[in-house]
């Protein structure tokens, strides 16, 4: 299954948590509980004796909290400065701080941001009160979950008793709709559903029937995307016509595993790099999409080329500088939905097989969150002599991603690369 993200949002007690968590049990993919994030912040609050409807406090915790959200066995554990506080924060008292705190920007912002570089490493399910509208405007699925406000607060009574708890009804309702209130008025990203988002009333469905249509929804949109084929611009099409000439008879290629091309973008195509018609070679079988190759800047010094590779959509980099307009151009290239291609050998003359590659690939994988495929050209393409073209099978970084964007972690991205092409070398050989 391709790349997805599903943002679910509602008022509280609509059942956000457990439908997520469910359904992402189902697609094996993590579920982001971003309430939960809010009701850590609310619990440090209320530890350190701050004020949650004080801004100034507010902005000032905002500055110094470490938040931190981990994946272990299916569960999220959610963490303030290295204090887990998952079992903590379930109360009435912290549901309010929560609610009082995340009306301030400097809160939202911090969540906010944490919240979209988790999401983008991976397919997953968020769930919150501003998904949808704020943290995933470009999510492949938003569902608006609401409920009768008497519906919602028996569960959250429910729940409270079931922790053991002593509530009393009223005082739950009584709760229920003023946060229903504070969310739906405050001034900062307030609770709404997003104009494209399906609703969803929970209060004669059970949690089963409201799991099965979400995962329908969501096979529809895959499905529909699927289908498409992305138009392609002028040269590109060109290009395509004259590589049916080079790749048949000039310069002909054999093609293998092709069925691991037919995965769904966004995703990057990583190719090692020993001839300039490269880029030509490996994404001629690709024709449902324009891929978006990351190419050198020296190679739009001319005007005529600077025009041509525009077209062709090319993103320009600057191999001997940390270019991070390069960086952001490649990762809104995916977040678009779109294939990006690099070469991260960077230049075709190198002595070993992907042992020399641009420490910039590991960051995009790591922040693009999407799958790699690998593709393998075993000998340089030479004019009447046949060449074998490898797909590899495609593969993600997800769970190194996992342990953060430092140095470790894109040098161990670096060496899953190289692997994998030894592994395909091995197999071509044979």
């Known amino acids: 299954m391709k790349h997805f993200t599903i943002a679910i949002d509602g008022p509280g007690g609509a059942g956000k948590s457990s439908v997520a968590d469910h359904v992402a049990k189902e697609l094996s993919v993590p579920h982001l509980d971003t309430g939960a994030m809010y009701r850590a912040f609310g619990y440090q609050a209320i530890a350190e004796g701050l004020d949650a409807r004080n801004e100034a406090d507010m902005d000032t915790l905002a500055a110094r909290a470490q938040m931190d959200v981990r994946f272990d066995g299916g569960r999220q554990y959610t963490l303030v400065n290295g204090q887990d506080v998952t079992d903590k924060i379930r109360t009435p008292e912290v549901s309010m701080a929560a609610s009082d705190c995340a009306v301030f920007g400097s809160v939202r912002r911090l969540m906010v941001r944490l919240q979209q570089q988790i999401a983008s490493r991976q397919s997953i399910i968020l769930d919150g009160r501003d998904i949808g509208t704020r943290v995933l405007p470009d999510a492949t699925l938003k569902i608006f979950l609401t409920a009768s406000p008497e519906v919602r607060a028996q569960r959250r009574y429910q729940e409270i008793l079931d922790q053991g708890g002593q509530p009393d009804y ?105 001839h300039f018609l490269d880029p030509l070679l490996v994404g001629w079988k690709i024709n449902r999409y324009q891929i978006r190759y990351l190419g050198k800047k020296e190679l739009i010094k001319h005007p005529l080329m600077k025009g041509l590779y525009r077209n062709m959509l090319m993103i320009p ?114």
């Open 317 to 430: 980099v600057d191999r001997h500088n940390m270019d991070m307009g390069a960086l952001r151009a490649c990762l809104k290239t995916l977040k678009e939905g779109h294939v990006l291609g690099i070469f991260p050998e960077g230049t075709r003359y190198k002595k070993t097989l992907m042992e020399e590659m641009e420490s910039g690939v590991a960051v995009i994988a790591l922040r693009g969150g999407v799958p790699i495929l690998p593709v393998y050209v075993a000998t340089k393409p030479k004019p009447f002599h046949r060449t074998d073209c490898y797909y590899g099978k495609p593969f993600t970084v997800t769970e190194i991603a996992q342990k953060g964007l430092t140095r470790e972690t894109s040098e161990e991205v670096l060496q899953l690369i190289t692997q994998k092409y030894r592994e395909m070398a091995r197999h071509a050989a044979h």
């Open 170 to 274: 009223q005082d739950v309702l009584n709760d229920v709709i003023i946060r229903d209130k504070q969310d739906s008025t405050r001034a900062i990203d307030p609770l709404r559903a997003a104009e494209d988002a399906v609703t969803l009333d929970t209060s004669h469905l059970t949690q089963r029937e409201v799991e099965e249509k979400i995962l329908v929804l969501l096979h529809e949109t895959l499905d529909k995307q699927a289908k498409k084929r992305e138009p392609l611009t002028l040269f590109y099409r060109v290009a395509m016509w004259v590589s049916t000439f080079l790749f048949h008879v000039l310069y002909p290629v054999r093609y293998h595993d092709i069925e691991n091309a037919q995965i769904d973008a966004p995703y990057i195509l990583v190719g090692n790099h020993s």
